[in-house]
């Protein structure tokens, strides 16, 4: 995953924060999905960084992956159940 400090006009967007336990298993499930569909890119984003986007975008916690499609989040996925569940909202277009 490539670390951003913008927001990608389109693509997936993993939000974090540093001393989240749930954000670190998340990323790992990011990381597995990422490995085994090498089209599949992921950017993520410290929400301490990026308060107003997160503010804009009404993220309501972290770890949140974010689709974004012409500068608007479209779907959001707070719920990191599974690599499979992580993957099939990764899938989704």
Do not use: H, W
């Not at 990323?27 to 301490?48: F, H, P, Y």
């Not at 503010?55 to 996925?77: C, K, T, Y």
């Amino acid at each position: 995953m490539q670390e951003v400090t913008t927001i990608p006009e389109n693509g997936l967007l993993y939000v974090y924060a540093p001393m989240c336990g749930t954000c670190a298993i998340a990323e790992r499930m990011l990381d597995i999905v990422e490995a085994t569909d090498s089209g599949q890119s992921i950017q993520k984003a410290n929400g301490n960084f990026i308060p107003d986007f997160l503010e804009e975008a009404r993220v309501m916690s972290v770890p949140a992956l974010l689709r974004i499609e012409e500068n608007q989040v479209v779907e959001r996925l707070y719920a990191f159940q599974s690599v499979q569940n992580v993957f099939a909202f990764c899938q989704e277009r």
